[in-house]
Every structure is written in structure tokens, then in C-alpha cells.
């Protein structure tokens, strides 16, 4: 059984669901229409994700890590690069070949830019928080795309030169921010 609970942003309208194992989706705004009528059958566990979520998106430094998750259907790969994520600090940002590094994968950016751009579960699991080398913003598959991305992050208190975090990504530094 798939439960689902709606929640509020400053965009609209979000949508978090999860199986009796874990969070599994989360719709951000703008709602499809077939999804924002929905019958919503909640259980306390998207109840809270909806909660938790609604303070983050009235920036609040929220952690999710006591959310459990339901990542069923991923490659271990998948599933590694996911949870890793997890761990990326409120407004901290850490590049693609840096994720890879810290998750033990080194040289395999690309691979965890997939993992990332899969992730059925934005927000919760930080995928806007991981950019380029560069520091770039690169590749938001949710809803308003790279945009969306900025204002996560700017919600999170990340300043922005032109498209790019104002500081630097050292990957050594989020080595320590990281829990390993």
C-alpha cells in the first residue's frame, strides 16, 4: 500500500508518499493535475515527512535523517549514492566527483549525476545540494529545473556569484562535513 500526504511551499502544492517499508516519492510543485486531486491516504510517517517539510520550505535547518526511506528497485550503486547524500549538510553544496569520492567510487561523477538525476525523492535525499566541479549548477530533473535548484539552495542561505555558490568546493573540507 502506497500512503501519501500533501504538504505546502512557497511554489505549491507537494506531494510525499511512502510503502510501509519507507518515504519512496516526492512531488514538488507544480502538481500534476491528476496528482493535486488525489485522495490522500497518510500514515504517521508522510504525515511527518509533510511536517518536516513544510518547516524546510520556511527556512528552518531541517535534517530528514530520522525518515526512513524505501529505495527498493535502485542498484546497490544507486542506493550507495543516495544514502551518501543524505549526508550533505543543510546549505552546503559538494560536487558530483566529490560525492563519488566520499561514497568510495572515485572517478565516477558521471555515475553519480545519474544516481542523482533518479532520485525519487528530492529535498529528503539533497540532490540539489551537489553541483559541478566547477561549481556550477547542473542537471535538476525536478520541476523548474536549474532554477528550482538555485532556490533551494538560496532558501538554505547559499549565496550566489552569477550561477555558482560563492565559495569554494574543496572535496578534502567536505570530507569532514560528511559523516563518513
Do not use: W
Not at 527556512?59 to 542506493?79: M, N, V, Y
Not at 565516477?108 to 545519474?114: C, D, E, F, K, L
Not at 525523492?121 to 529545473?145: E, F, Q, W
Amino acid at each position: 500500500m502506497i500512503y501519501q500526504t500533501f504538504f505546502r511551499t512557497p511554489y505549491g502544492k507537494g506531494l510525499v508518499a511512502a510503502t510501509e517499508t519507507g518515504i519512496c516519492r516526492l512531488e514538488l510543485p507544480p502538481l500534476e493535475e491528476r496528482l493535486a486531486t488525489v485522495d490522500c491516504n497518510s500514515s504517521a510517517l508522510t504525515r511527518k515527512a509533510a511536517e518536516l517539510l513544510e518547516c524546510y520550505f520556511n527556512h528552518t535547518p531541517i535534517s530528514f535523517a530520522q525518515l526512513s526511506l524505501d529505495l527498493h528497485g535502485f542498484t546497490r550503486f544507486q542506493q550507495q549514492i543516495l544514502t551518501r547524500a543524505l549526508q550533505i549538510p543543510y546549505g552546503q553544496v559538494i560536487s558530483y566527483g566529490c560525492l563519488a569520492q566520499l561514497a568510495g567510487y572515485p572517478g565516477a561523477a558521471r555515475a553519480v549525476g545519474g544516481a542523482m538525476a533518479a532520485n525519487p525523492i528530492p529535498i529528503i535525499i539533497p540532490c540539489h545540494r551537489v553541483v559541478a566541479a566547477s561549481g556550477a549548477l547542473t542537471g535538476y530533473s525536478g520541476p523548474g529545473g536549474l532554477a528550482m535548484k538555485k532556490n533551494l539552495l538560496s532558501l538554505e542561505g547559499v549565496e550566489f556569484r552569477g550561477n555558482k555558490p560563492a565559495f569554494k568546493i574543496d572535496c578534502f573540507a567536505q570530507e569532514f562535513l560528511i559523516q563518513k
